[in-house]
Structure formats: structure tokens, C-alpha cells
């Protein structure tokens, strides 16, 4: 009896710790773009490919590592975005776990698709709740991925099981790690998984080409103060690559990718900036427009050029307050003076103001001198005002300044006594007759001189 009773219990420990330790029975199914009427024909190459992945498992799960290898067999394969660029992070994702939503832990069941390997890795561990028991197939992911498969009509999409760190493993775990099946064939190891490949007829939408509708000149001029902004508009003529949005990018600078609205910051050295725009369709087609953006400096402009020839006696000082504007809002100014012709002998300067100083020597005496000063802006761009100064020695009736008593300073004259023109500099200089005031009388004594032999000017004017 004790024998027959320790056979007995030896025999069920036996059926127990086998059947802890019996591999358990678990599928994946892989369905792309499942139609209605349940044709797997994948129509690939554009975005918002549905990638279902089906499990079954006859017992609840606390671990799963399924990898999956896609490729293309003769053609090139990818992983795009719907506007062309590899993911990143995680992919969009729904997850549909049938009777048993949320019973995993979404923090730690972590979906990776990595664009380099061409591979979707499906990890985790369900820390409380086990995956519940399921007989009949229910769909555990449903990832939309932009699949693209070399671009031709025709072919065959290719989907292994493999392990694929850091597990390195194809697993179910029920308590005891096993295979699953994949698209129900089997795998006769957790390590080398060997079901073949799940095979998919491929079709190519047969995409046209976006073209853009707007775009800047092919050279554009901005200010080097300035953004440079752009709106790009395109569109799709055949609209035959699904209903995904066109995609805006650029070589450099910020382009929004829904609007078009591009900003190039400005260039302070005020150099040229080639840009390329790109309009993407949700094929990965694409159209470009290059340009490129001379950043341009705006000169200043003096706003007070004298033009008149200032006069001083031989011991004064010449004095003059420059003054000049900036289109461009970024610039400060800044003031050079270089002497044109023969430089004088004393000194001269323009401080940072644009205050001119010229301080004559003695053999400055009875000399013209003209000077130079230049305005310039951020890039050196300028602008140039030319003045002359007299040291000592005039002409009386000279109006304008010229050095000569001649019509074009009877024009001056008449100018400003009647038409409230710019005057003599100094006011005497245009008193022809010396009788200490500038009016018509000057204007008579200087036509009498010219035309019909009058007395010359004075000699004796400031």
C-alpha cells in the first residue's frame, strides 16, 4: 500500500513539474493594409501603412520579445515618416488588447522601430497584470508606418521573426519561456526562431511628382538687418499618394512644414546665403527651388553736405557738424575725413559724431583745401560728402563759393534774395559793391561788371 501510495504521488509530482516546465502554444500573425474582404495585398509607398500585429497565447503572459526584420527582396527598403525622414522615438502607435486594455504595463511594453536595421522590436514585462489568455487571435499592435519598397510597381514585402537584442530572443512567457509560432508556422527554438518568412504582394501607388506654386526670385536682396521672409505654396497635380498633407523643408533656416512660411536670419557680414526649398508628398517625392540672399547693406546718406566753400582768416578754426542717416536700423555710423588733392598742413579730424575740425598753419595761408569725409555703415558701405575750405584769401561777389565772381553767381543771388535759395557762406561773400548788405544791388553791380564792363567786385569782402 505504501509503495503503490509513493508511486502514486512520484507520478503526479512527475505530470505537475512537467507540465510546469510543457512549452506552452502561442502565434504571431502579421497583417499589412488588411482589406475588408481580407486581401493582404500591401499597397506600399505612402503614409499611415497599418502594420496589425495578432497574438495568440493559450495562458496568461508576463514576458514577450518579439522581433521583426522587413525587407524587400531585390528592391530597397525603408522605414520613412508620411514626409519622408526617418522616425523619431517612439512610432504612433494604438494599442488593442481586446478584453484585456491596459492589463499590460504601456511603460514597460516599449515598440522600437529602428530605420538603420529595418526592425520592429516589441519588449516588456508585465510587472502586476499578465496578458490574459487568448484562444482566438486578437490584435495586439496596430503601428502606422510609412513603408517604402523601392519605388516600382510590383514586388514582395518580407517579414521575418527574429531575435533582436537586448533580449536576443523570440519568447512567449507563461512562466516558462517558449516560441510562439509565427503566421502559424513553427519555431523550434527561442534563440534561433526558424518559421519562414511571412511574404506580402507589393504595390506601389503610382505617385506624380509635387511642384511649387510660389517661390521667391532666384536671387532675392534683403537687408543685413532684417529676417528674410518667405510663404512657399505647392501643390500635388495627380493627388494619387494617399490623403497625407505636402511637407515644406529647407537647407538651412526655419521653415514650417504645414505653411510654407519660411525665416532666414540675417547675415551681419553681409554675405550671400544659397537656400534650397523642398515640397514633399506623402510618397517621399519631391520637388526643390534654389535661391539665393544677397543681405545688402544700405548706405548712409548725409543729410547736411555743405556746398559752399566755407572761408576762414588764417588763424580761425573750420568747424562743421556732420550729420547723416541709416536706412538700415542695425548700422552705427561711424565718420572718416580724408584730404582730396594736396593734404593741408595743420590738422583736421571728425570725431565719432561726425564733428569736423580742420585747424589751418601758417603755410596753409591763401590756399583751397578740399576734404573727403565719408559715412559709413555696418558692411562699409558709404557715402561721401566733398567740401572745400579757403584760408585767408576770397573773392568779393562770389556767391557760390566756385572762386570766380561770374553769372553763376548772379543765378545764386537771385536765387536766394527772391526764391529762398541757400545763402552766400559767409553772407558777405556775396556783397559785390561793399556796401555791407547782400540784395538786388549786388545782383546789378555784378551784371554791370560782367556784361558791360562795370568796376570790378570790391576788394575788401569778409
Known sequence: MKLRTFVLVLGLAVLLSAAAFASGNGDVTIKINPAPAGDDSPWLGWENNIFEIWITNDAPLSRLSIGLSLSCPGKTFSFKTPYGNVPIGRPHYVQEWGDAVGTFDPDRLQVTVDAVSNTILIQGTASSSPFPAHAVSTKCYDLRLHLYCGGELGGQLSI????????????????????????????????????????????????????????PNAVENASHCSEFKFTFRAEDPEGKCGKGPLEFSSSVGDMNPTTGQFTLLPDPACGVTAVT?????????????????????????????????????????YEFPFAAHDPDTCDKITYTVVPFGGPPVGGYAVNSTGRFVFTPAPDDNEYLRVFNLFANSGCSAIDTCQF????????CGDANGDMEADISDVVYLISYIFQGGLQPNPLLKGDANCDA???????????????????LPCADCP
Open 277 to 317: 526649398a523642398i515640397v514633399t508628398n506623402s510618397g517621399c517625392m519631391t520637388d526643390q527651388f534654389a535661391f539665393t540672399v544677397n543681405w545688402i547693406d544700405t548706405p548712409a546718406e548725409f543729410i547736411n553736405c555743405p556746398i559752399l566753400t566755407g572761408y576762414i582768416k588764417a588763424d580761425d578754426i
Open 160 to 215: 521575418d521573426n527574429v531575435h533582436l537584442e537586448p533580449d536576443g530572443v523570440w519568447m512567449f512567457d507563461d512562466g516558462a519561456p517558449y516560441a510562439p509560432t509565427f503566421q502559424g508556422q513553427p519555431n523550434t527554438s527561442t534563440t534561433i526562431p526558424d518559421a519562414p518568412d511571412a511574404i506580402f504582394p507589393v504595390h506601389v501607388l503610382p505617385c506624380g511628382y509635387p511642384r511649387f506654386t510660389n517661390t
Open 388 to 395: 572745400r575750405v579757403m584760408i585767408g584769401w576770397s573773392v
Open 437 to 455: 548788405a547782400v540784395d538786388i544791388s549786388d545782383v546789378v553791380y555784378l551784371i554791370s561788371y560782367i556784361f558791360s564792363g562795370g568796376y
